[in-house]
């Protein structure tokens, strides 16, 4: 098992088993008829506390939604480079609000470059409390919303996207322009979308290293050795951020590893950088759960 | 009590039973205030109780408790608490039974850097180590994919280590962490 999980077992602060001994038995039996006695709403409900979804690529840190939120033009290629916080051109707002026959509200974003604490101000200026994020990303999710919470009932707020507004390196072109918030929107909610990295940022979300648009795209490294990978890497100016060693028992971070060792994934991390899943075995081993708390620490390779 | 009705509340006792432990547990871990693990608690099942259509058979629906317990808790820690009557004699026991630990030495340290990280990296890494879960569990009550798991565990690991590190006692920091091995 690896040293920070062990270390974080030592810390542990009650196990299930200590937690069920401070309680009377009867306490908890009590506890759970009177939530039975309630009145319960039969019938399924929507909850949308997230929407993630699951699309195509492996290994994505939490993913692109075809739908999405809150992004002009152009705004993947405007970001790189530009102060995120710098005041919007002309003194104009960095979102804009329209109210729709029915009573709901039509935010599109202005200035996509404006700080999360500007577009937060104007949300609460129009009494609605939403934070709209725009937040590192891989090439290929570029323009996607990747976080999405909301009120777990009731009405939720829905992204407004548009074809054609935007150019993103994967050549998706249905590009989030703004939101649409109901009339009887109650609650708060956040929604992260994923704009260009500037050089040295890394990604909070990124797509498959392999798509298009991605550092590693079209190459294949089933099978190859890290040695092999690493020289292919510096043909294209890429370096290795990390190796994630892969072992059945939970992996683990290591920043050197055998040139004869494996690779059997890589990962996007950062403009130019990549993350590459290696062991020494020719076959990926299945990672499994740690075993909880226990277990003497063993040192870390790295040191 | 209509059939339909009884077969409901027959569904939830089977549930309750299976998993108040594990779920008081989890929400115990998490918690600074005893008294509001209970009111936690008692959210948890209460919304499983109303949305019992939703919980998935067998052993998921445990991940999916947390998973429940995890979005109370996020909104009691941004100040939505809601005192419950249904919790008052547990809120009452666990006053008088329970203190978390206090930590010295070596373990104040770890607990320290524990603490430093972004909530959703001390709860990737407390639902590996403290619940056991393995990626696959861990993305069914993060409801994210497997993978995306494993990779966030990685930056979360890097990022406690560093955490760790920055705070080593007797040490001054290190002006460039990571060096790329085999990559250099």
Request: hydrophobic share 40%; with cysteine.
């Amino acid at each position: 098992m690896n040293q920070t999980i062990d270390q974080i077992g030592m810390i542990n602060p009650v196990t299930d088993e200590e937690a069920a001994r401070l309680v009377r038995p009867e306490t908890l039996d009590d506890l759970g008829w009177q939530i039975s006695a309630t009145p319960a709403t039969t019938g399924p409900r929507r909850s949308r506390a997230r929407i993630l979804t699951r699309k195509g690529a492996r290994r994505r840190l939490l993913l692109g939604v075809p739908m999405a939120v809150a992004l002009a033009t152009a705004l993947a290629v405007a970001m790189v480079g530009r102060p995120a916080g710098s005041p919007p051109a002309g003194g104009q707002q960095a979102l804009s609000f329209t109210t729709n026959a029915g009573g709901g509200i039509t935010v599109i974003v202005r200035n996509p470059l404006a700080d999360p604490g500007v577009y937060r101000a104007e949300f609460a200026a129009h009494h609605l409390d939403i934070i709209l994020q725009l937040r590192p990303v891989s090439p290929s999710i570029v323009g996607t919303v990747f976080y999405m919470s909301g009120p777990s009932t009731g009405p939720q707020i829905v992204p407004i996207t548009a074809k054609g507004k935007c150019e993103v390196p994967s050549g998706g072109d249905d590009c989030p322009v703004g939101v649409k918030i109901p009339a009887d929107f109650r609650g708060e909610a956040e929604v992260d979308f994923g704009r260009a990295a500037r050089p040295g940022e890394k990604y909070v979300s990124t797509g498959s290293a392999f798509a298009p648009g991605e550092a590693m795209h079209g190459m294949n490294i089933k099978g190859e050795t890290v040695a092999q990978v690493l020289s292919r890497l510096r043909a294209r100016h890429l370096t290795v951020a990390d190796f994630n060693k892969v072992e059945s028992n939970g992996d683990e971070n290591v920043h050197q590893v055998p040139g004869d060792w494996y690779v059997y994934d890589a990962e996007p991390w950062a403009p130019g950088q990549v993350m590459l899943f290696v062991g020494a075995t020719v076959t990926e081993p299945s990672a499994g759960a740690p075993q909880p708390a226990q277990g003497a620490p063993t040192p870390s390779p790295t040191g | 009590m209509a059939a339909g009705d009884e077969e409901r509340q027959g569904r939830f006792e089977a549930l309750y039973e299976a998993h108040h432990g594990p779920v008081l547990g989890y929400v115990l871990r998490r918690t600074e205030n005893p008294e509001d693990a209970a009111d936690v608690m008692a959210e948890t099942f209460l919304t499983s109780w109303r949305r019992l259509e939703e919980v998935p058979p067998g052993p998921e629906a445990r991940l999916w408790l947390y998973g429940v317990a995890r979005r109370v808790l996020a909104n009691h820690h941004r100040g939505q608490r809601r005192r419950s009557a249904l919790a008052d004699r547990l809120r009452g026991e666990l006053a008088v039974g329970y203190r978390p630990p206090e930590y010295t030495g070596e373990m104040a340290r770890i607990a320290a850097a524990f603490r430093r990280l972004p909530a959703d990296q001390r709860e990737l890494l407390a639902l590996n180590a403290w619940e056991g879960l393995d990626y696959g569990q861990i993305a069914v009550v993060l409801g994210c994919s497997r993978n995306a798991v494993r990779i966030r565990l990685h930056r979360a690991r890097q990022r406690f280590a560093r955490e760790l590190d920055d705070h080593r006692p007797g040490l001054t920091l290190s002006l460039n962490s990571p060096t790329n091995g085999a990559n250099a």
